[in-house]
């Protein structure tokens, strides 16, 4: 028998009587002061400071990951879970989903974010039909779009889970049963609408399913076909109910699946470039992704940023000792300082942000831990933007770029960068001055320049 929910304190306006879910947690503070041990508070992060002409809130763009912060038990593939909220009776009722809301967007006014981002299956449980799914949909998007218009808070993005149900096993764009295809196409179909219904900025799509696991018994070149014609039926009605938000894809190496065909932002982009999808996407970068593909904390925002498909960032970290995602909140003040300068050198990410795609750890069970957890992060990337806009201003480390790449702006550089030179050409100028001399990369110097900023 499933336990009553736990008394709720009550608090008094005067309009009405509301539930406090967060009872003894003021709205957290921006105090540059405070002491170390004070961590319900933001020393950096303070939303109106001007930086290069922008707020804080404008540049950093914050939103909450309701299905970690709100659906999250502290369970992990080898243990069960460890966390237990006091709103939340461990039934799938619509009560219980609709309390569970009420208690996110308190925690939202709470933290002073501006965003939240949601899967369809976080917000409202799964009925027996579709039909029966999105009428318990409904009601909750409903509740949302009151919570939205009464807070202020907005909807970065919104995605559909085709992963976690069994039917999509063998994926869902991509599995081998067409009749499975269907079904999350109809399933987006209400996602889009109901993105379009709560104003999301971006509607993201995440393959945890799209990929192999064996060679053996997969159609490579059938799945990227099926997938291409999957995300063209989703334009065509994005576009025919006026849906006006960024449609993103976020890859991943691996996890669930052996190998995911969203790999990195090199295989997203060359997807979307073989099958004509360029202009209609662009890329939602997740760090802890980034280093399961074997990369750098910030190859993938780079990259993305380079061909102008960076869309948004899902900000989180991993521990790569571990070699599994592990969806840390982002507390390096390097990696948030480099990532922050690609994202100001690109104009900022509007329509995206920087959305908490992170969970406290399974130790961490008192509430506060999820306050103390994002209020920290959010000061982590404050400082990444304030280091990021001091290297951007001195300009040091630009000049010292542009010194190494010097030899592209004149003579055969110049040619060859501007299609020009030839084959012939390139003979002709090694016969004339010989061998070209080693030069320094002079990685160290880069290396200590930027630990100069942080």
């Known amino acids: 028998m499933a336990q009553a929910p736990p008394k709720r304190q009550k608090t008094s306006s005067n309009a009405s009587r509301e539930e406090e879910f967060f009872p ?27 930086v290069l002409g922008r707020t804080m809130e404008e540049w950093l763009r914050f939103s909450v990951a309701y299905w970690h912060s709100f659906r999250g038990t502290g369970s992990d593939p080898f243990g069960a879970g460890t966390i237990r909220r006091p709103w939340d009776d461990g039934t799938e009722s619509l009560e219980n989903a609709k309390r569970r809301l009420r208690a996110a967007f308190e ?16 917000l409202a449980p799964e009925g027996a039909t579709l039909a029966e799914t999105n009428a318990n949909l409904d009601q909750l998007v409903e509740l949302a779009a009151e919570l939205q218009k009464k807070t202020g808070v907005k909807l970065l993005w919104a995605t559909c889970n085709l992963f976690a149900h069994p039917r999509f096993m063998h994926g869902a764009g991509t599995s081998c049963d067409a009749h499975v295809t269907a079904y999350a196409g109809a399933q987006v179909k209400k996602g889009l609408e109901v993105a379009h219904r709560l104003g999301a900025e971006n509607f993201v799509f995440w393959g945890g399913r799209e990929g192999y696991h064996s060679l053996l018994n997969t159609d490579v070149k059938a799945d990227l076909d099926h997938l291409a014609a999957f995300f063209r039926m989703v334009i065509v009605y994005k576009e025919k109910i006026g849906y006006k938000g960024q449609l993103l894809i976020e890859p991943k190496a691996k996890e669930p699946t052996r190998h995911q065909y969203d790999y990195d932002a090199q295989t997203v982009m060359a997807f979307l470039h073989q099958y004509g999808l360029t202009q209609h996407f662009k890329l939602n970068i997740e760090p802890n992704h980034t280093t ?3 990369h750098p904390h910030e190859h993938d925002v780079v990259f993305a940023s380079a061909y102008g498909m960076l869309g948004s960032i899902d900000a989180n970290t991993g521990s790569p000792d571990l070699g599994w995602d592990t969806d840390q909140f982002p507390m390096d003040v390097r990696n948030c300082s480099v990532i922050m300068k690609t994202v100001v050198e690109q104009g900022g990410l509007a329509p995206g942000g920087l959305n908490f795609d992170a969970k406290v750890r399974r130790e961490s069970t008192e509430l506060r831990d999820l306050f103390i957890a994002h209020a920290a992060a959010m000061d982590t990337f404050a400082r990444g933007l304030k280091n990021a806009a001091r290297i951007i201003s001195d300009g040091v480390m630009r000049k010292s770029l542009m010194a190494r790449y010097a030899s592209w702006n004149s003579g055969i550089g110049a040619r ?28 160290e110097h880069f290396e200590a320049m930027l630990n100069h900023y942080i």
């Open 416 to 443: 060859m960068a501007a299609g020009e030179a030839s084959l012939e050409e390139c003979e002709k100028v090694i016969m004339e001055r010989g061998d070209p001399k080693p030069s320094s990369g002079h990685q």
């Open 24 to 50: 003894g947690i003021s709205p957290i503070q921006y105090n540059p002061d405070a002491a170390p041990d004070e961590t319900l508070v933001f020393r950096h992060y303070d939303a109106q400071q001007e």
């Open 107 to 122: 925690f939202f006014s709470k933290l002073g974010n501006k965003y939240w981002t949601f899967h369809d299956r976080d």
């Open 292 to 294: 399961l593909a074997g």
